[in-house]
């Protein structure tokens, strides 16, 4: 029986895309480039993979770096050149995609960072984390701007500038304004 108000006959939403080298284990987070054609994995082995998405749908392989843990997120910069990563080893890693540079290490959470977000208009990145904060990075400074406390874990973040979301573990969803995120 057809979904009422949907005819999606003869539509394909099935397309197989093949990367190599491909992760070893599951894969946590996915983020194309706002950019370019380049997308970024974070897996479960610890892996952060980037490649670049041909026409026709062939990926080539274009860089990788480590983490010490199982890595689950990340996000890019607005300039399409920089990605962030974080995960299991309570860190973040900036890392210079196309310049081949090593990555920068921020260190501060005290339990895994589950979720990113680069505010482009405030040339910040906010990381969530399951240690119950969120932390605002000047990514030219080694400690957070700012530490706002969270009622529980961060299990997910979006934003839309000037809004950003926050769900919990408790079940709850908290808003912020981040032209004032400590009202």
Known sequence: ??????DLTGCCFRCLLQVTPAPEDSVSSL?????ANHLVATSWDKQVRCWEVLPGGACQAKASIS???????SAWKDDGMTVFSGGCDKQIKMWPLLSGGQPTTFSGHEAPVK???WVPQMNLLVSG????????WDIRQPQPVHVQQLPERCYALSLCYPLMVV???DRNIVVFNLQNPQA
């Open 1 to 6: 029986m057809p979904s009422p108000g949907f």
């Open 31 to 35: 983020s194309f480039s706002p950019k």
């Open 67 to 73: 983490h010490d843990e199982p890595v689950l997120c």
């Open 115 to 117: 979720e990113l977000a």
């Open 129 to 136: 984390s399951w240690d119950k904060t969120l932390r605002y």
């Open 167 to 169: 769900g919990t573990a």
